[in-house]
C-alpha cells in the first residue's frame, strides 16, 4: 500500500518559519515527481513546488523566495522549508506523488497556522 506521511505542521508566529516533511513509499518513490499543495479554508487546493527526480524545481509565484522543496533520495522523503511565513500561509498542506504520469498519490495533510 502506497502511503505519503506529512509531518511538521504547527503554530508559528508570523515571519517565521517552519518545515514540513513527507516519508514516501519506497515504491514509488525513485520514479515521482514530487509537489506540495495547500488548501486554506473556504479556498481551493494550491499548487505551491514541485521537484523531479532529477532535481528540477519549480514554485508558485506566491511562495517563490520564500519557500525551499527538497527531495532526499536516500530515505524516500521529501521537505518544504517555508521561511517570512505570513498569515495567508495558513493552510493544510499536502504532499503529492506523480508515479510516471499514470498514477498520482496524496498524503493526508498537516495543518500549518501562522498566528500571533
Known amino acids: 500500500q502506497v502511503q505519503l506521511v506529512e509531518s511538521g505542521g504547527g503554530l508559528v508566529q508570523p515571519g517565521g518559519s517552519l518545515r514540513l516533511s513527507c516519508a514516501v513509499s519506497e515504491s514509488i518513490f525513485s520514479d515521482s515527481v514530487m509537489k506540495w499543495y495547500r488548501q486554506a479554508p473556504g479556498k481551493e487546493r494550491e499548487w505551491l513546488a514541485t521537484?523531479?527526480?532529477?532535481?528540477?524545481?519549480d514554485y508558485a509565484d506566491s511562495v517563490k523566495g520564500r519557500f525551499t522543496i527538497s527531495r532526499n533520495n536516500a530515505n524516500n522523503t521529501v521537505a518544504l522549508r517555508m521561511t517570512s511565513l505570513r498569515p495567508e500561509d495558513t493552510a493544510v498542506y499536502y504532499c503529492?506523488?506523480?508515479?510516471?504520469?499514470?498514477?498520482?498519490?496524496w498524503g493526508q495533510g498537516t495543518q500549518v497556522t501562522v498566528s500571533s
Open positions: 503529492h506523488a506523480n508515479q510516471r504520469g499514470l498514477w498520482v498519490y
Open positions: 521537484i523531479g527526480g532529477g532535481g528540477i524545481l
